[in-house]
């Protein structure tokens, strides 16, 4: 098992092999300290001979319960494996118990561990079409469960910062602290990455008291899946203040709009939900198109008739009715993206979308809203630029001006006739400057990537 480690909360990770398999062996001095911190926590037990092989304390069993052993799998039983909730609802009723009893590591666990069941079971009552109050049911287990896990990440990132504060954290080499005094992510039970990401989610509670709760039910009052990853886009984004967020804006070159307007046609009236500063809008208009604008900063932007952007959260909005309008923009990245598109998809369901995305976007597996947004969703057409397009600067910059290093395609969703996006992807390859107006002139150091 530990030489299947992945990326993910070491403590749980640990806690979780030992249970499973009977055993944990510590293949690496990292996890041997984590184990040597789950010892000590009265979770684990280590072998009298061999000092990398650890058993399951019989405090974790009891406290495990069947949540291990009750996994939901895709048996073909319709509603009745649905029915496996309650004991579900039990393991993240003791992870709530552990929290508040101070036992966070196997709070952690056991929220982490029901939080990937509850995953699977709304995936499972997904594909089997389970009755919408099953459904619900099992969101909403995935919701509590994410809740006391994102707890148990916000109590890991106070003791880090506790820890930075009374001198005990290693800052680069030579050593800045002894040995006997250190405090290491081992000690915390996380990676650096999750420690970074579980401050940035403590800061976002500490700023605004009750928003993880709020974005996980405002998940689950849409109707939607409150996985982990929209939750960090959901509290990552309604967290950042103003000018932090203005600092994520790319303007969309003018090259662009211009190739996809000769490529493409839309219905009378677009949605440009990520609108900026209109430049994406401006063209649109341009076009003799009209364009609802809408971003989650308020830019004040207008459109032609002075009517003034909505500000609103995608994530969390719902169209006048499915497939009100198309869709043209270049949405955020990072984390929040794949989250973005899935909504767009799910909610919106819009007769043709264009996004303006990185050629990677046609890869990637371990995340289940890109999946469902290229395989379940495929986009029809995906107009690949073989010349780069002149580079987008972030909003505000004032520093030299670059050349592009980014390859970047607009994918085109149309929805068909039976329903579906369809099952494949037609690619081709553009030149923007074949779609440059007459009179237009792009300088080489411009239009040439590096």
């Known amino acids: 098992m530990s030489g299947q480690t992945k990326s993910g909360e070491r403590a749980a990770h640990i806690l979780r092999g030992a249970v499973e398999n009977g055993s944990f062996t510590s293949d690496s001095g990292s996890e041997r300290q984590a184990c040597v911190r789950l010892n000590a926590k009265g979770l684990l037990r280590r072998d009298k001979k061999n000092a990398d092989l650890w058993f399951p304390s019989q405090k974790l069993l009891d406290s495990a319960g069947t949540v291990l052993t009750t996994a939901i799998t895709p048996e073909k039983t319709g509603d009745r494996d649905l029915a496996k909730m309650p004991a579900l609802a039990a393991a993240i009723e003791r992870a709530r118990g552990a929290f508040d009893a101070g036992d966070v590591d196997l709070a952690q666990f056991l929220s982490s561990a029901s939080y990937e069941e509850a995953k699977a079971a709304v995936s499972f009552g997904r594909r089997v079409k389970a009755?919408?109050?099953?459904?619900?049911?099992?969101?909403?287990?995935?919701?509590?469960?994410?809740?006391?896990?994102?707890?148990?990440?916000?109590?890991?990132?106070?003791?880090?910062?506790?820890?930075?504060?009374?001198?005990?954290?290693?800052?680069?080499?030579?050593?800045?602290?002894?040995?006997?005094?250190?405090?290491?992510?081992?000690?915390?039970?996380?990676?650096?990455?999750?420690?970074?990401?579980?401050?940035?989610?403590?800061?976002?509670?500490?700023?605004?008291?009750?928003?993880?709760?709020?974005?996980?039910?405002?998940?689950?009052?849409?109707?939607?899946?409150?996985?982990?990853?929209?939750?960090?886009?959901?509290?990552g984004t309604a967290s950042a203040t103003k000018e932090e967020r203005g600092q994520n804006l790319y303007e969309t070159p003018p090259e662009a709009m211009h190739t996809l307007l000769a490529l493409e046609t839309f219905t009378a009236t677009v949605l440009e939900p990520a609108c900026g500063r209109g430049a994406i809008a401006r063209m649109l208009e341009l076009a003799d198109y009209s364009v609802i604008l809408a971003d989650l900063v308020d830019y004040e932007t207008a459109d032609q008739h002075g009517e003034l952007q909505a500000v609103q959260d995608f994530l969390t909005s719902e169209p006048p009715e499915s497939g009100s309008y198309d869709i043209v923009t270049n949405p955020p990245y990072g984390d929040i993206l794949n989250a973005f598109v899935a909504h767009a998809l799910r909610v919106y369901r819009p007769r043709k979308m264009a996004l303006l995305l990185n050629l990677n976007f046609l890869c990637g597996f371990a995340d289940d809203d890109r999946n469902f947004v290229m395989d379940d969703c495929p986009p029809a057409r995906a107009w690949v630029f073989k010349r780069r397009l002149p580079m987008m600067h972030r909003d505000g910059w004032d520093g030299n001006k670059a050349s592009s290093r980014m390859n970047t395609v607009w994918f085109v969703w149309e929805l068909q006739e039976d329903g579906t996006y369809g099952s494949q992807t037609i690619t081709k390859r553009v030149d923007w400057r074949d779609y440059l107006p007459e009179g237009v002139d792009v300088s080489d150091a411009e239009s040439e990537a590096a």
């Open 131 to 235: 009755k919408r109050e099953l459904q619900e049911k099992a969101r909403r287990l995935e919701a509590d469960a994410l809740y006391i896990w994102t707890q148990c990440d916000m109590h890991f990132a106070e003791q880090w910062e506790k820890a930075i504060d009374e001198g005990r954290v290693l800052k680069g080499r030579p050593k800045s602290v002894p040995d006997e005094n250190a405090f290491t992510a081992e000690e915390v039970g996380l990676s650096r990455k999750e420690i970074h990401e579980a401050r940035k989610i403590l800061a976002a509670e500490r700023r605004q008291p009750g928003i993880v709760k709020r974005a996980l039910e405002a998940r689950l009052a849409a109707g939607l899946e409150p996985t982990r990853a929209n939750l960090r886009a959901a509290v």
